[in-house]
């Protein structure tokens, strides 16, 4: 007869995605996932496999919390324009217990060049927010918010790599005026 689980799966991989986020891939060893997520060793390998499972696992949970956090800001009523801006700032809204920057980004840096799995991720995360832009811009171009004489795919390329290098820059720097001014003048481009 199979035991039933002594915790909550949610939290443990809500865990196991904070220190893998805090300490990356390679760092992170499998006595300090079992000592952070709070289970026994057996435990976490019946029910996330190896390491590697566990990550893959972890980065699909703060995707879809992360996509979660994205679609609340799409469906809110506003501009295009400030929806755009809102997916930067939201790069800087976090918690306490929170750690600086971006997952997916972290392992793009990595992990992505000699994990095909963690690339391919990475790849469809990052074009599924490059279509979201897209979308934002053709709705922008619609109602006249975007000058009609963008390419809204170049655009929302652009638009994209900025949102990746701003992930980024926030790992390195709390200077909220000059990332507020950076969004600032990324945001520049859709009133030329």
């Not at 909550?8 to 760092?27: I, S």
């Not at 879809?64 to 506003?78: V, W």
């Not at 897209?134 to 171009?141: I, M, P």
Request: charged residues 30%; contains cysteine.
């Amino acid at each position: 007869m199979a035991r039933s689980k002594e915790f909550d799966e949610k939290e443990v991989l809500r865990k196991a995605m904070k220190l893998f986020w805090h300490q990356g891939y390679e760092k992170t060893s499998m006595q300090d996932l079992v000592e952070y997520m709070g289970i026994h060793r057996r435990s976490m390998y019946d029910t996330f496999g190896d390491k590697h499972s566990l990550f893959m696992k972890a980065l699909e949970h703060y995707c879809d919390m992360m996509g979660n956090k994205i679609n609340t800001i799409m469906n809110q009523e506003q501009t295009v324009k400030q929806a755009i801006r809102n997916l930067f700032e939201m790069t800087l809204q976090r918690t306490n217990e929170q750690p600086v920057g971006c997952l997916l980004v972290n392992t793009a840096v990595e992990l992505a060049l000699h994990d095909e799995e963690a690339a391919d991720t990475v790849s469809k995360r990052f074009f599924d927010t490059e279509r979201i832009i897209y979308e934002l811009l053709l709705r922008g171009q619609e109602s006249g918010e975007i000058s009609a004489h963008h390419n809204p795919e170049k655009l929302s390329w652009f638009l994209n790599n900025s949102l990746v290098g701003f992930r980024v820059l926030v790992k390195t720097t709390d200077d909220k005026v000059k990332l507020a001014s950076i969004i600032d003048m990324t945001m520049g481009v859709l009133d030329s």
